[in-house]
C-alpha cells in the first residue's frame, strides 16, 4: 500500500535538508542506471540558507570572514532548520545558538552580541509605523493621570542586554569592509535599537534610562516609571528624571500613544 502523500513529502524532505539522506534515496529511482543525484539538492538547499544567514548579518559576516562564518552558517543550519516561508526571517536565534557553542572552536563571545545587535537593526528596519506622539499630548497630562497612564512605543524599539561593547566595531565595519577594529571590551550594557527617518538607529543607554524604557516597553504606569527611577537616583530627583527620560523618547519617536492601565 502507498504511503499517504503527507507522509513521503516528510520523508523526503528530511532527507534533504537533514544529516542523513536515506529517508529521500529510498523514494527516488535510479535514473539511466545512475544512483538519484539529490547531493546536489541538499548542497543547493543549505548554500542558499547560508547566503540568507550572509544578508541577514552582513557586518557578522565581515568580521568573522568567509570560512568562519560559513562553518557557523552550516552548524546553525544543522541545528535549527528553517520553519519560516520567507528566507528573511532566518536567522532569528544565530545570537543564542553562537552563545551556546562549546567554548572550544566557538567564535569570540562578543560576536553573540554582534549578531544580537545586527538581527535587531533589521527587526527595527521592517517593523511597522505609527504616527510619533505630539510633545503636547505628555506635557498637558494632568499629574493625577500618572498613576493610570503608559506609554505606548513604536513597534521598532528594542532594548537589548549586551555583555560586550560591540557597537565599535558593528560601526567600523558597516562602513568600511577591510577596516582593522580593536577587539571589544567586555562590559554589560543596554543597546536601544529603534527606526527613525525611515532608517534604523541605536544608542548605548546608560543604566537609569535603560531601566526606565524596560518598565516603559513592560506596560507600566508613569507613575511607576517614578518609582523606578527613585532606585537610580532617589525620590526627590525621579520626576525630573522620567521628564527628561520622556523628552528623548519624543525626540527620538519612540513613542506613539498614551495607554489606560487596567484595573
Same mark, same amino acid.
Not at 500500500?1 to 523526503?12: E, I, K, N, S, V
Given at each position: 500500500?502507498?504511503?499517504?502523500?503527507?507522509?513521503?513529502?516528510?520523508?523526503?524532505a528530511?532527507?534533504l535538508?537533514?544529516?542523513?539522506?536515506t529517508?529521500?534515496?529510498?523514494?527516488?529511482?535510479?535514473?539511466?542506471? $545512475?544512483?538519484?543525484?539529490?547531493?546536489?539538492? $541538499?548542497?543547493?538547499? $543549505?548554500?542558499r540558507?547560508?547566503?540568507?544567514?550572509?544578508n541577514?548579518?552582513?557586518?557578522?559576516? $565581515?568580521?568573522?570572514?568567509?570560512?568562519?562564518?560559513?562553518?557557523?552558517?552550516?552548524?546553525?543550519?544543522?541545528?535549527?532548520?528553517?520553519?519560516?516561508?520567507?528566507?528573511r526571517?532566518?536567522?532569528?536565534a544565530?545570537?543564542?545558538?553562537?552563545?551556546?557553542?562549546?567554548?572550544?572552536?566557538?567564535?569570540?563571545?562578543?560576536?553573540a552580541?554582534?549578531?544580537?545587535?545586527?538581527?535587531?537593526?533589521?527587526?527595527?528596519?521592517?517593523?511597522?509605523?505609527?504616527?510619533?506622539?505630539?510633545?503636547?499630548?505628555?506635557?498637558?497630562?494632568?499629574?493625577?493621570d500618572?498613576?493610570?497612564?503608559?506609554?505606548r512605543?513604536q513597534?521598532?524599539?528594542q532594548?537589548?542586554?549586551?555583555?560586550?561593547?560591540?557597537?565599535?566595531?558593528?560601526?567600523?565595519?558597516?562602513h568600511?569592509?577591510?577596516?582593522?577594529?580593536?577587539?571589544?571590551?567586555?562590559?554589560e550594557?543596554?543597546?536601544?535599537?529603534?527606526?527613525?527617518?525611515?532608517?534604523?538607529?541605536w544608542?548605548?543607554?546608560?543604566?537609569p534610562?535603560?531601566?526606565?524604557l524596560?518598565?516603559?516597553?513592560?506596560?507600566?504606569?508613569?507613575?511607576?516609571?517614578?518609582?523606578?527611577?527613585?532606585?537610580?537616583?532617589?525620590?526627590e530627583?525621579?520626576?525630573?528624571?522620567?521628564?527628561?527620560?520622556?523628552?528623548?523618547?519624543?525626540?527620538?519617536?519612540?513613542?506613539?500613544g498614551?495607554?489606560?492601565m487596567a484595573?
Open positions: 500500500m502507498t504511503p499517504p502523500l503527507a507522509d513521503l513529502q516528510r520523508r523526503f528530511a532527507g535538508v537533514g544529516e542523513d539522506a529517508p529521500a534515496l529510498a523514494l527516488l529511482r535510479p535514473l539511466c542506471g $545512475r544512483a538519484p543525484r539529490l547531493g546536489t539538492y $541538499r548542497h543547493a538547499y $543549505r548554500a540558507l547560508t547566503e540568507a544567514l550572509r541577514n548579518h552582513p557586518v557578522l559576516h $565581515r568580521a568573522m570572514g568567509d570560512e568562519a562564518f560559513d562553518d557557523l552558517a552550516l552548524g546553525y543550519i544543522a541545528a535549527r532548520p528553517s520553519t519560516q516561508p520567507s528566507i526571517w532566518f536567522g532569528h544565530l545570537a543564542e545558538h553562537m552563545a551556546g557553542l562549546p567554548q572550544a572552536g566557538a567564535p569570540h563571545p562578543a560576536l552580541d554582534l549578531a544580537r545587535m545586527e538581527w535587531a537593526l533589521g527587526l527595527a528596519f521592517d517593523a511597522a509605523d505609527a504616527a510619533p506622539l505630539p510633545h503636547t499630548t505628555v506635557a498637558t497630562l494632568p499629574p493625577e500618572w498613576a493610570t497612564q503608559g506609554l512605543c513597534a521598532s524599539v532594548c537589548l542586554a549586551l555583555r560586550w561593547q560591540v557597537e565599535p566595531l558593528w560601526q567600523a565595519l558597516s568600511d569592509v577591510d577596516t582593522l577594529a580593536s577587539e571589544p571590551k567586555q562590559s550594557h543596554a543597546l536601544l535599537v529603534w527606526r527613525q527617518g525611515g532608517g534604523p538607529r544608542r548605548s543607554l546608560p543604566e534610562e535603560a531601566a526606565l524596560r518598565a516603559a516597553l513592560a506596560g507600566q504606569s508613569l507613575a511607576a516609571l517614578c518609582e523606578v527611577a527613585a532606585g537610580h537616583v532617589g525620590n530627583q525621579a520626576p525630573a528624571a522620567v521628564a527628561q527620560a520622556l523628552h528623548q523618547w519624543l525626540a527620538d519617536g519612540l513613542l506613539c498614551l495607554c489606560t484595573g
